[in-house]
């Protein structure tokens, strides 16, 4: 008896020393899940060939190895809450303090930005947000994105390692490589580039008005649905040359690869903040729609490698093709290029009809300033007018400002940061709190939580009007902020006044529409628990336009 307790001893004492050894290592979830599994057979072999106890040898290596857990799950949790952790000074939930995987859950459900305002409101301006994880809901965060020495946090990395790690959005493996793949890229996102894929926004767009005509049932139209898979044809043409089988809007997405792609999203956006766990889950079928998302992307990056028809216009691929990155390592950047510009950009124009159509003065208001510009609605839309229009920028701001609440944490460098006033230590990943400062009456004021397009006029909102564009962060701030910024103000605007020079939007009887935008679940994908299923009737004196799929 005596012996099996002193082993059972050792084998906590030996939990407690591998804490300290590994507790600020970043040890890949799936190596060390192997390691145990090694260690756990190699400990049975040794207790069978050496062990005269009657015990069988299998209870034996269970009853250590979980000493052995136990005791590192105990001294770890006891560290995270101890005032000894660098990170014990702010305040926070415990269990977000105790484990990533409350955040990481809190996150899957797409309810994070809603949780993290409550926190905020709970604990002021500082709050722990796992145990290494710190957000801060004050304007000075800004300075985390303007250090050139913040990195990206782990909670980037891709779980793949046997991807190429200089992939736009992930975590890179260097600066430079980032900084050599983004100007690859920029090719497109200048104003050149962008003139060579508007004709192609212009024809997806009277696709898209088609489909919002033929797709009519019972008197209304899944408005979000269509937009979305507007988008994904823009992508398609942008990335690819048109060169995929998607054609969503003509045929509809019945093998539901939008539904995969949103869910990758989601499971890197919340699984990604256990970076172990997502190692572990990547071998697992739990991960298969992530897989799918990159085998499809790679089928359709070969299709467009081997084009033999010439475009008539420079797409994404042609830049890729031309800056020398190797096929094998673009895989991953045709997945980065199709999530992150059709998901976000149809998920904003989705709001702005919404919020549209619930304040009929601001629809009214945006349509007086585009028929001044545009007296037919069917006509060329310039887009040097439309970048210059005051109330047509104010909406989508607007719109972006309620919904787009990003979690962009960046790894503390060498040394620590001071932020607001606190010291920061090195390691720590820390975030601003976007959702709090977007709708901050320190930022944005009066009516922080109301829609109000004319805020981003000055003085619009009268002559107490507040609005620090600078904490703006939907699309990202720093080095890694969105490359597609600019193709996504060129979608929206177009496709936005496209909408609102042709049709009337009106809500059918019955809908929830306060409960529309708190139904929002946000993972870095948007899901909407209700659709915007929406009355869509053509404007008084349109009779004919170009519709069809030609
Ligand atoms: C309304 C539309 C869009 C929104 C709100 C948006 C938002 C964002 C945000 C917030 C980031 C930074 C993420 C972070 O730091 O964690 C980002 C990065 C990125 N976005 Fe967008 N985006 C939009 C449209 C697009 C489009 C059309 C593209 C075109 C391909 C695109 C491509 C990218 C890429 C490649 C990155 C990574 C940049 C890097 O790592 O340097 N986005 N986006």
């Known amino acids: 008896m005596a012996s099996v307790n002193s082993d059972l001893f050792a084998a906590g004492c030996v939990g407690v020393a591998s804490w300290t050894v590994f507790r600020s290592s970043k040890i890949r979830g799936d190596y060390a899940l192997l390691f145990y599994t090694a260690a756990g057979a190699l400990l049975y072999t040794l207790i069978r060939l050496t062990s005269e106890s009657p015990e069988p040898p299998f209870t034996t290596t269970v009853k250590l190895g979980s000493a052995y857990a136990l005791s590192l799950l105990l001294t ?54 796992g145990p290494n994880i710190i957000t801060v809901n004050s304007p000075s965060a800004l300075t985390i994105y303007d250090n050139p020495n ?12 046997d991807l190429v790690h200089s992939a736009l959005f992930f975590k890179p493996d260097t600066k430079r490589n980032h900084r050599d793949r983004r100007r690859i890229w920029h090719g497109l996102f200048t104003t050149a580039g962008l003139k060579e894929v508007l004709p192609s926004i212009e024809r997806r767009t009277w696709q898209l008005l088609y489909a919002l005509e033929q797709r009519q049932q019972n008197g209304v139209v899944d408005v979000g649905a269509t937009l979305g898979h507007w988008a994904f044809d823009v992508m398609g043409d942008v990335v690819f040359g048109g060169m995929t089988d998607f054609e969503f809007l003509k045929k509809g997405d019945s093998n539901g ?107 009214r208001q945006l349509r007086q300033e585009l028929d001044k510009e545009f007296p037919n609605p069917a006509g060329m839309l310039d887009m040097d007018i439309l970048q210059a229009l005051p109330y047509l920028n104010g909406v989508i701001h607007e719109s972006l400002r309620l919904t787009t609440p990003y979690f962009m944490p960046r790894e503390v460098p060498v040394g620590g940061m001071v932020v607001d006033g606190h010291f920061i230590p090195h390691g720590t990943d820390i975030t601003i709190a976007t959702n709090s400062q977007h709708m901050s009456e320190e930022n944005f004021y009066p009516d922080p939580l109301t829609f109000r397009p004319a805020r981003w006029i000055p003085g619009g909102l009268g002559p107490e009007t507040k609005t620090n564009k600078n904490v703006l962060c939907s699309f990202g701030l720093g080095e890694y902020a969105c490359i597609g910024k600019m193709l996504a103000y060129q ?22 529409v306060a409960g529309f935008p708190q139904g929002m679940q946000y993972t870095r994908s948007t899901y909407f628990e209700i659709p915007l299923l929406l009355k869509v009737t053509r404007r008084p004196g349109i009779t004919g336009f170009k519709t069809a799929f030609e």
């Open 491 to 512: 979608e929206m605007r177009h496709t936005l006044s496209r909408l609102v020079l042709m049709y009337d939007f009106a809500f059918p009887e019955g809908f929830d």
């Open 257 to 363: 690869i939008m539904r995969s792609n949103k869910l990758a999203t989601t499971i890197m956006d919340s699984v990604g903040l256990s970076p172990w766990l997502l190692d572990i889950l990547w071998h697992l079928p739990a991960t298969k729609t992530m897989h799918a998302s990159r085998d499809l992307a790679t089928s359709m990056m070969r299709t467009r490698m081997k084009a033999e028809r010439a475009l008539d216009y420079r797409d994404l691929s042609s830049y890729w093709m031309e800056g020398g990155i190797p096929e094998n390592q673009l895989e991953l950047d045709a997945v980065v290029a199709m999530t992150a510009g059709s998901d976000t950009t149809a998920s904003n124009l989705t709001f702005c009809v919404y919020f549209l159509t619930a304040h009929p003065e601001c629809a």
């Open 76 to 129: 770890t949790v006891a560290y995270r809450v101890s005032p000894f952790h660098p990170l014990a000074k702010f305040p926070g939930p415990v269990l977000c303090k105790v484990t990533g995987l409350y955040l990481a859950y809190i996150s899957f459900t797409g309810k994070r930005h809603s949780f993290l305002d409550r926190q905020h409101a709970r604990y002021g301006r500082f709050v722990r947000a």
């Open 150 to 161: 913040t990195t990206k946090s782990e909670l980037y990395r891709i779980a793949d390692r």
